[in-house]
């Protein structure tokens, strides 16, 4: 019987644990290399994106122009809280070719009813300009008069104890809350106890200083008139032009500020607009196929740069069939811009209309701020608020209200003004 080798079996036992052993050696080497890599390169790959980020932000922050294209796309309510980040933003966030970019996109979410605003889209509603405009001003009972491209002409009849006083007049902005008093017209109280209109003329392009325009009676009883203009920029009241005699029964009701002139509803006899470039009054044309005494004017406004005009279309046939008129931009004349057909309302809003009239008006037609699709016009009934699409005849309830409201609304005395967003300064 043959027997192993015992001291060579116990050198073979001896080299194949020391091989057992280094290769457990190497192995928790190798687990212990892992181990302090991995957090050494997730710590290097946070540490340059910090970096990046950084050099990011810091790249943005001082280039104007790319800083500038994000900050056109905020909210108003944004751009004025960053004004106070730093002198540098407060001066690009005040700057005319931002606040002018910013305006060409600006909105026009909602509208005021006396002194209350409305949002247009009642499930996504907007922040509220003011609670209250008396708290923005040093007299109480203010009213608005008109609004125009985002500015507010207010004025009040109240003095210091709520008595009644002289006209006083404002100009104010509800996006950024500047307000400016305008100083009375020259002549004392006699000669303002002859104004018969009061209006405001801004854009932001064509007429960046603000413009009140006041329409005075020369002689009680005489139809001879003045038109005096304040401008922002002078901060002075100037006659614009000689006195003039317009034909009898004119009213000088609402005025609408658009392509450099005022202009008046041409639901009087002699319908015009006056130019503020050259100081003169110059004829309004009507539609085609109306004459002053057989038009019926629902509304008269400006939206987008776009002069409306909207008319009942045949009022022995149909009271809910309307055409949108827009004035041609040379003053030459109208044309239908829209057809509008409100006979799908009365299942949902039955109060609009009765057996002999119609009970609702047109308060405002606001034109799409991107596409055409989004153009509505908005309805008052006696009970509610309604907003209309002209192009996919949708509609929606955007308020309801006791009756005082549709009442006191007129074409003479508009007691709703459209809120538009903007950042101009004066």
Not at 86 to 106: A, E, G, V
Not at 397 to 422: I, W
Request: glycine share 6%; charged share 20%; net charge negative.
């Amino acid at each position: 019987m043959e027997t192993g080798n015992p001291n060579g079996e116990h050198r073979r036992q001896n080299q194949e644990h020391s091989r057992n052993h280094s290769l457990q050696k190497k192995k928790m080497v190798n687990t212990r290399i892992k181990k302090t890599l991995k957090p050494s390169f997730s710590q290097a790959s946070t540490e340059d994106s910090d970096h990046q980020s950084t050099e990011s932000g810091a790249l943005i922050g001082s280039n104007d122009d790319i800083l500038t294209e994000i900050l056109l796309r905020l909210p108003v309510t944004s751009i004025l809280r960053f004004k106070s980040v730093s002198k540098h933003w407060h001066s690009l966030l005040s700057h005319s070719h931002l606040t002018q970019r910013y305006d060409n996109l600006s909105k026009s979410p909602g509208l005021f009813a006396h002194d209350k605003y409305l949002p247009f889209d009642a499930e996504d509603p907007s922040t509220p300009p003011f609670s209250s405009l008396d708290s923005y001003f040093d007299l109480p009972d203010v009213r608005i008069v008109q609004s125009c491209n985002g500015l507010l002409l207010c004025y009040t009849d109240r003095g210091p104890k709520g008595r009644k006083a002289a006209l006083k007049y404002y100009v104010f902005n509800p996006t950024t809350k500047q307000l400016a008093v305008i100083p009375p017209i020259c002549g004392g109280s006699k000669v303002r106890k002859t104004i018969r209109f009061m209006g405001l003329a801004f854009h932001q392009t064509d007429c960046v200083h603000y413009k009140v325009v006041c329409v005075r009676r020369l002689e009680p009883g005489v139809d001879l008139f003045q038109i005096q203009v304040y401008s922002s920029d002078t901060k002075k009241w100037e006659i614009s032009s000689e006195s003039f005699c317009i034909c009898k029964h004119v009213f000088f009701g609402h005025g609408v500020y658009w392509n450099g002139a005022v202009h008046w509803a041409p639901f009087s006899g002699c319908p015009f607009y006056f130019k503020l470039d050259v100081g003169q009054l110059q004829m309004l044309p009507l539609p085609e196929g109306y004459t002053s005494s057989e038009i019926f004017i629902m509304y008269f406004g400006e939206s987008g740069g776009h002069l409306h005009l909207v008319v009942q279309k045949n009022r022995e046939d149909n009271y809910l069939r309307l055409n949108v008129y827009e004035m041609l931009s040379d003053h030459s004349g109208w044309f239908v811009k829209y057809q509008v057909e409100l006979d799908e309302l009365l299942g949902s809003f039955p109060e609009m209309i009765s057996e002999y009239a119609c009970y609702f008006k047109v308060i405002d037609v606001v034109r799409g701020e991107e596409e055409e699709e989004d153009t509505f016009i908005v309805l008052n009934t006696s009970e509610k608020i309604i907003t209309y699409n002209v192009h996919d005849k949708s509609f929606k309830q955007v308020s309801s209200f006791t009756g005082y409201l549709f009442e006191d609304n007129s074409m003479f005395h508009p007691v709703y003004h459209r809120y538009t967003e903007t950042l101009s300064s004066f």
